[in-house]
Structures are given as C-alpha cells and as structure tokens.
C-alpha cells in the first residue's frame, strides 16, 4: 500500500494546508504598510489565542529563545530562582537560568510524575524572585498544575514571578493566564498553532514588566522592552519572520473560525479537541495491556506509553514509520527506549487518532507477543471514549 507520512510528534506538529498558502504567497517588505497591518492584526488574535489583555511579543527564534528571554530580561545575577524539574525541559529551565548566573533552587520530580504544591511550598525561599516550570513537559507527557502554583504564590503574597513554559500547554490546555496571575507565559510556532517551527511567542504582566526595569542580566537581540516599543508600532526591532507570520495570522484565522468568528473560543475547541484524542489514546494503549507513563496527571500534549514489559519502544517507533510512515517519538534522554510519544497538539482530528491506534495495533499483532490480543481491542476502546461511554471521562466535543 501507499504510506502517506503523518507526524504524530510533539513538534514538530503537522501543518495546516491554509497556513502553508499563505506562507508561500507572503513576499512582503517588513517596513511596509502592508506588513504593519498584518503584524498588528496577527499579535491581536496571538491575544486571544493566549487568553491575555497583555501584550504579546513575538521572536524569530525556537521556543527556547523565548524561554531565554524571559530569564535574561526578568532576573540578575546572584538572583535566587526555583526551578520546577520534571523531565527534558525542566533541566532546560536550569540550564538556562544557571547560564544568566541565577542561583537555582531545583525541585525535581521524578520522570513521569508531577509536584504537589506541598513540596512547592517548602522549596519556595523568602528570597525566591521567579518559579520557572513547564505548563505540560512534552519530554514525559505530563501537566503540572499551573493553576495551583499561581494560587500558592498569590497566597504567600510574594513579589516571586511564575514563568511558564506552556509551548506545547498553550492549545492543549485550559489556561487562564490572567486570572491566575500566571506572570510570563511562552508559547511557539512549531506546537498548537500548525504551522512551521521559527517563532516564538510571549506575554508578561504589568508585575513582569515592571521587572525588566530592574532587572540586571544582559540581553540585545532579546530585549523584551525595546520589542515592545517597537511591536506597539506595527514594527519588529529586527527583520521578522514575514513567511511565518503570515502563517500564523491564517492559522489564527483558522482557530477564529472553529469558534465561530472569535480566537479565544476557538482556542477553547482546540484545548478540547486535543484532550478528546489523548483520552482516546489513553484508553486505547491501556486496552493493549500497556500503561501509561504519566497516568496520575496526564497531558492532552502527548501521551507517554511504556510499551509491553522486555520491548524496547523504539521497535514501536520504527514499524510505525517503516509501515506506515507514521512518526511517534521515543523517549528522550535516559527514557529512550522506554517509553513512546504520541502527541495530540494542534492539527489532529478523530479520524488521525483512530488511524494510529489502528496501526499500532497491527505493530502488536506482528511484533509485541501481547497476551489475548485480537484486533480491534485499542480500537473499540477509543471508539467507546469517543462516545461518551469509556472508562475516561468524556470530554465536550464540539462541532
Ligand atoms: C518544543 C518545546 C520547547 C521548545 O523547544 P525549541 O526546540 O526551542 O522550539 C520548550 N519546551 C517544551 C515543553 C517543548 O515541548
């Protein structure tokens, strides 16, 4: 048969066909009226997409330069931090924050696992300046409670900033940025907006702001504040990604349209959607007799699997590919091996899903000598999650 490729990756995601349009066709001069009103119009809907009356800034960078950017522009030297660790990019965040000199607390949890606000609370110092944590940490499939830790801060009455990492959170879960009091949070191009990896986006509050006046670490090509300035005038200090944020402003237009009309509802169906294909998945992979990495906290990003007890999972991820040239990840790092990846962010719909748990369970027929398995078992299971009569919760599923 024909294979036709299809990521199923935690980014790179696959691209939406109109955002691909519009970046072929986007051959503008940045200092134009043309790109003034594009780049104006795109960061309005970036607004609602992030759910902030903040401004938001966007970089010509990967994700990891906005998470740069809020370290230098947000802390100095000898400045103590805590870093909430749980996998790949929490270890980021410390390397980060130890790179701009801060002295980092680090609270780890273990690969798989969450923190509970209890060992926040006991880690946070009355000198701490910023918490630093990832909303969802794609590297393990799992979401921290960001709800929680802005409620802690706010209950300690500390000036301490909380810095969010929501690259793969933003568009797979419910964040109300402003309402909590979530201080920077960060997103990029190549996640839940469907469109090729090169941006990165961020938003800070007025407390955050007020910060980078102070603030004492180095920064040029990342000064948030000159970004600012500039962006407020339809402008970026540097020559901006113009292909890329074309993409952005039709995958934006896109995301309006699911909400009929208005970004921070669409926005809502996306979060909603990708919730609907990691239950499905969940089931079906424990349908499979295998389980889940991340079961007590699971991220709609990406759901981790630990494939049948003496499998490598990169056997899984190599006959996904090879026969069906569908691309899931292995673990990273020490979890190589391990686990498995299968990520649900952005532009992927039911009939993806089905696909995939149907492959997979032709990779199990062939190579994972499951005990009682029969075709169909992952299958029904997510078709009953679909339905509103599976183990999982049912999640609203809308038009
Ligand atoms: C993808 C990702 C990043 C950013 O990585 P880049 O390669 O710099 O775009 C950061 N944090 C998380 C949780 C991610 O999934």
């Not at 990019?89 to 923190?115: H, M, S, Y």
Request: glycine share 10%; hydrophobic share 45%; with cysteine.
């Amino acid at each position: 048969m024909i294979r036709k490729t299809r990521l199923f990756t935690p980014g790179p995601t696959p691209l939406l066909p109109a955002a691909q349009f519009a970046m072929a066709a986007a051959d503008i001069h940045h200092r134009t009226p043309e790109f003034r009103a594009l780049y104006q119009r795109v960061l309005e809907q970036l607004k609602g997409f992030v759910g902030t009356k903040n401004d938001v800034l966007l970089l010509a960078s990967s994700g990891t330069g906005a998470m740069e950017a809020s370290v230098s522009n947000l802390t100095s030297p000898g400045d103590r931090v805590l870093v909430l660790s749980a996998g790949k990019f929490g270890e980021r965040w410390t390397a980060i924050t130890k790179a701009f000199g801060c002295q980092a607390d680090v609270l780890t949890a273990p690969n798989g696992q969450t923190f509970s606000l209890d060992e926040v609370r006991a880690a946070l110092k009355p000198d701490t300046r910023a918490v630093f944590v990832q909303a969802t940490e794609s590297s393990t499939g799992v979401r921290h409670d960001v709800e929680g830790l802005a409620k802690l801060l706010k209950s300690e009455g500390s000036e301490t900033l909380l810095i969010v990492d929501a690259i793969t959170g933003l568009g797979t879960t419910h964040l109300d940025v402003d309402g909590w009091g979530v201080d920077v949070i960060i997103g990029g191009s190549q996640k839940a907006v469907m469109i090729p990896p090169g941006l990165a986006y961020l938003s800070l509050s007025d407390r955050a702001w007020k910060v980078t006046e102070t603030a004492k670490n180095p920064r040029y090509y990342f000064d948030l504040r000159k970004e600012r300035k500039n962006a407020q005038k339809g402008e970026s200090s540097y020559t901006p990604a113009v292909s890329l944020i074309a993409a952005l402003g039709a995958a934006l237009d896109y995301i309006a349209a699911q909400g009929g009309g208005d970004v921070a509802a669409g926005r809502k169906i996306l979060v909603d959607n990708a919730e609907m294909c990691a239950a499905m998945t969940r089931a079906a992979v424990q349908a499979l007799g295998m389980t889940l990495f991340a079961p007590d906290a699971p991220a709609a990003a990406a759901t981790a699997v630990l494939p049948p007890a003496g499998v490598d999972s990169g056997v899984i991820v190599k006959e996904l590919k090879s026969r069906f040239s569908a691309i899931v990840t292995n673990g990273q790092g020490e979890m190589k091996g391990e686990i498995f990846r299968i990520a649900h962010i952005g532009f992927f719909d039911y009939m993806d899903t089905i696909a995939i748990i149907g492959a997979l369970e032709q990779v199990a027929a062939s190579s994972l000598n499951i005990p009682g398995f029969a075709f169909g078992q992952a299958v029904a299971a997510a078709q009953k999650v679909f339905a509103g009569q599976g183990v999982e919760e049912p999640v609203a599923v809308h038009a």
